[in-house]
């Protein structure tokens, strides 16, 4: 499962913005590894490098030295629901008259082919599928005279999850959805402001944590700082895999250290399916901390039985399927002489298609592990994403088409446990009101069309 994107933005006036959103973007680097980019103005244009690869790869040193300016975005990204097509690089810029704009987006638009049309019947040529093209043309031609009445008259037209950063030559904004769908923190730094999907990206760069961007308010950023926010009639949608898996375990989200709410959930876990077993282990990353949740709550001892390789990138982009295959043996590898006779509590965050799960559980069993209990923080994932998680369509998703005795049949383990929904929401620690949890219980925050096949087969809607 993938999450689409990590924004930045930065108005810092006499710093060397282009520097901060590198290393800004090395702390989001786990939201998005297929591209990267920034773009930087210096009051008159936008200058922008945006490239396929992580973000060690995309820039050099000459790259920096040539993105000069006092206020920059940055963007890395995944392409999302079920994309044919590689990610188009960010940010995104349009030009249109006097009017300048780059957009680096987080999220789906779930009206994207309707804006799209409305702007080609009015002349309007893309150049990607991207929803940061049809946000920034948006912004670039609509009614106004400022950049606030622009940028507002343009979002009231979305709909769907986006978090955004908007460069122009004088201003910076930062805009939420009105539901809250994906986080975005403001932050200060001697001298200027930034704004970040996480607030480990503020840390790395020595930047205090002020607040939450509020859901529907867009912050437009200069020396003077203003704010405006959209009137809400909806509910409130903040995914609750940002928890689960999505954010670092360092960051703040929701007013919640990620670390503790994932410790959280081990402990309740382990208080709604204990079992006998002689050590604890996570499928690294995002279910260390449920794990070693899980043994303190236990008294079963916690052991780092599998190693992973952190230079493994995604699996599906071996060059042969052999070697597809072997994703999880290239990613993962057991500690033999530590599990061989053992009966082990494997933790894991989630199980979507479960294709991924089974290679687990072979390594342990190949590695000599005598029981495998499997563990999952997440409830079963029954229905799809329409607001840009890159999940899968509901045919897909093992949950949706099998019972757990086949699940549990299918995966190769002795016992199967998944959270319940009531001990996942009391885990988090907020509200049940505030949270999208469609994933699980099918309860949309806005009208989809059954099955979602229109809003999940995009091309690259990131």
Known sequence: MHESCGIFGVYAPGWDTARLVFFALFALQHRGQECAGIAVSDGSNIHVRADPGLVAQVFTENDLAGLKGFSAIGHTCYSTCNARRPATPQPIVEHYGRWSVAVAHNGNLTN???LRAALESEGLRFRTDSHAEII??????????T???????SLKRLQGAYSITVLTPDVLIAARDPMGVRPLSIGSLQGGLVVASETCALDHIGATFERDIRPGETVFITNKTTSLQQSRNGRRAFCVFEHIYFARPDSTVEGRLVYETRLAMGTQLAEEHPVDADFVIGVPDSATAPAIGYARASGIP?????????????TFIAPDQRLRDLGVQLKFNPLGSLIKGKRLVVVDDSIVRGTTTPRVVNLLRQAGASEVHLRICAPPLRYPCPLGVDMAS???LIAARMSEPEIMEHLGVDSLGYSSLSGLIDAVGLPRDILCLACFDGDYPLPVQMGLTSLTTGSNPA
Not at 147 to 153: A, D, I, L, R, T
Not at 302 to 314: A, S
Request: hydrophobic letters at 30%.
């Open 112 to 114: 994207a082919p309707s």
């Open 302 to 314: 916690y052991r780092e039985g599998l190693l992973k390789n952190r230079y493994v990138g995604r």
């Open 147 to 153: 950049w606030e009445e622009k940028v507002s008259h």
């Open 394 to 396: 509901e045919w897909e």
């Open 136 to 145: 920034a043309k948006l912004i670039a031609t609509s009614y106004g005279s």
